[in-house]
């Protein structure tokens, strides 16, 4: 597993608007494999191997994490703040956070008092952040307008291979579809295969249509993370029984198109990995929904990592369930190739 890719993934701030940076990272690593890198308006990334290969198949995962975004800065020098994303106003409260502005990533605290911990209607309006600034002119000496916002956290490994960061959701999806891109690759694979690092999933999702229509792909593989049921607070009569470390996880949904549920099993047996099943009513609530509707209908699967903590300041993912959804992934496209 090449690690040192990975790391670099998830130190970078890629909030969902401002992916630019993590999208370098990607197109600097996939140069000695990628046959072709191609880079949009909007900042989608999509490397391409076999681009003359008739028989098209999108792997998407997306780039972008949720935060905030710097809406307003008061006369004492405080910083308000909007939302990007699905966050969890009450992680915030009394945290180190990171600014990444023109002039580099700069440190603040989210203020906090005990009255403000207690209250039921939490809402982003009531997030000030102090970077020491003595008021307003002093602070746009450091931060402008726009700028994104992140949980100052840390990379750490944990006992039995598992891995906790902020915004595993969904960086390690792309060091997944790098990886088995690469993988099936050298394995010879000779469909073309058009692994999209796509841009603001946590917001819009019209990162990974605008992509979708672009390439006109046969099928999807769309990676994502998913919720585990074996943490507290969870109930796994609402997505299924999901476990950090039990691999893959498919989705029966109306979304997903069960035929290809049924061959990445086959390719799992094959490569001996094991699967888990989740369940969804409707949606995936991932790209995978944006991408099914887009030309005239793509058929899609979807390959969830097992996730604990989603959208809190320290997701854990576990590396096996990483290592297996890579082959299984580059197994599927080796196979498309038979």
């Known amino acids: 597993m090449n690690e040192k890719f990975l790391e670099q993934l998830l130190s970078e701030i890629s909030v969902s608007g401002y992916e630019e940076p993590i999208q370098d990272v990607v197109e600097t690593q996939m140069r000695d494999c990628a046959d072709e890198i191609r880079r949009d308006e909007m900042s989608n990334l999509i490397c391409v191997v076999n681009p003359e290969a008739k028989r098209r198949i999108m792997l998407s995962a997306h780039a972008d994490e949720i935060g905030l975004m710097i809406s307003n800065i008061t006369e004492d020098g405080r910083i308000q703040v909007i939302a990007r994303g699905g966050i969890i106003l009450a992680t915030y409260l009394g945290q180190q956070v990171q600014i990444k502005t023109a002039q580099g990533n700069i440190p603040g605290v989210v203020e ?107 099928l999807a593989i769309v990676v994502d993370v998913t919720y585990t049921s074996d943490y507290s607070g969870t109930n796994a009569a609402d997505f299924g029984t999901v476990k950090l470390g039990g691999g893959p996880v498919l989705c029966n949904s109306p979304m997903v198109v069960k035929k290809l549920n049924e061959e990445m099993k086959a390719c799992a047996k094959k490569v001996g990995i094991e699967v888990q099943m989740e369940a969804a009513s409707r949606m995936t609530y991932t790209d995978g929904d944006k991408i099914h509707f887009s030309n005239q209908g793509v058929p899609m699967v979807l390959v969830s990592i097992p996730l604990r903590y989603m959208h809190t300041p320290a997701e854990m993912a576990d590396l096996k369930d990483v290592q297996d959804c890579i082959d299984l992934i580059a197994e599927f496209l080796v196979e498309q190739s038979r």
């Open 112 to 218: 906090t008092c005990r009255e403000l911990t207690k209250k039921s209607d939490l809402k982003t309006s009531d997030i000030r952040i102090d970077i020491g600034a003595e008021d307003k002119e002093e602070a746009l000496r450091y931060v402008s307008l726009g700028d994104p916002i992140v949980l100052d956290t840390k990379i750490h490994r944990m006992a039995n291979g598992r891995l906790t960061a902020r915004a595993l959701d969904d960086r390690v999806g792309v060091f997944i579809i790098m990886e088995a891109l690469r993988k099936a690759k050298a394995e010879g694979c000779k469909v073309g295969v058009y692994a999209a690092s796509t841009v603001g999933e946590e917001t819009t999702m019209s990162g990974a249509y605008w992509t979708s229509t672009r390439i006109q792909p046969d």
